[in-house]
């Protein structure tokens, strides 16, 4: 399957940035600001609106330095810099006025953190992308995906699938394109299992293997770009299964980009993130 011409047309003249959608990001704790930041990034350059990143209130004045584009709603922290469960209340208030959520990067694996994540997502009636620490919420209890009220996406590596499913990652690797599809019929929900040749199923049953990208976008960082470029797509009213495929494929691309300019050593996930428009221009040159 190839990705079709079309799925992200040229703006109208008359375009504001209310169109172009509203999205939520639920990331970062001490020692893992960078994650939240690319994430934000991600949505930024995939051509979202407005981005409201939710980190701990203890990263607030990192984050400021860091990010200038995204707004930022300090939410309680534990005492190790983690989101903390009572915030909770305003977590789920913000989201309902947001038009797409991305939930993971950089979250940690905090047990009140982690409870957190596995109290919010029933709680989501919004797109939804899954990464990261948020699956690893999940690792003991993929049983609540089949709580959800709306199917979501979720974007495992090999690590993160195999904790899903409790088998080896070299048990995924071996038999990627299987895995993911079973996995998004069982649980309702659209599975990007990422690495070489990063597989995308849907619960109906259609796949996607993509075919861009290159080695060196194994770096820190890359999978959190990739997050908020799938998120800024939802925000732009995509479909769950097109946000996700043309996300995987503008990613790679804006590698590809990225390594043609510089070489694929010493590649880093800012590189790829920078290349976004372009990516998306060249994509659009072929509607």
Request: proline share 7%; hydrophobic share 45%.
């Amino acid at each position: 399957m190839t990705i079709p011409a079309g799925l992200l047309p040229p703006r109208p003249p008359d375009t504001h940035k209310g169109d172009a959608g509203h999205v939520f990001l639920l990331a970062g704790s001490v020692g893992l600001s960078g994650a939240a930041a690319l994430c934000a990034m991600g949505a930024l350059r995939a051509g979202a609106g407005l981005v409201t990143l939710g980190i701990p209130k203890s990263l607030h004045g990192p984050m400021v330095e860091k990010l200038t584009e995204a707004m930022l709603k300090p939410l309680p922290d534990t005492n190790e810099g983690s989101l903390s469960l009572q915030g909770l209340p305003d977590i789920v208030s913000a989201i309902e006025r947001r038009d797409a959520v991305a939930i993971g990067p950089g979250l940690s694996q905090h047990p009140q953190t982690k409870e957190l994540v596995r109290q919010l997502l029933p709680k989501i009636r919004k797109p939804l992308v899954l990464d990261a620490d948020g699956l690893n919420a999940l690792a003991e209890e993929a049983h609540l995906l089949k709580k959800l009220t709306l199917p979501i996406i979720l974007t495992p590596h090999p690590g993160e699938m195999a904790r899903l499913i409790k088998l080896s990652s070299q048990d995924v690797q071996q038999d990627r394109e299987r895995i993911a599809r079973e996995f998004a019929k069982q649980y309702r929900v659209i599975v990007v299992l990422k690495g070489h040749e990063t597989v995308v199923a849907s619960f109906d049953g259609t796949v996607y293997v993509n075919e861009t990208g290159n080695p060196g976008m194994a770096s820190g960082g890359c999978g959190d770009v990739l997050t908020g470029m799938i998120v800024g797509l939802l925000g732009q009213r995509l479909g769950l299964f097109d946000a996700a495929r043309l996300g995987v494929y503008l990613h790679g691309l804006a590698g590809d980009l990225a390594a043609k300019d510089r070489g694929e050593i010493g590649l880093i996930a800012s590189d790829v993130a920078d290349r976004i428009p372009l990516a998306i221009r060249q994509y659009q040159q072929l509607s």
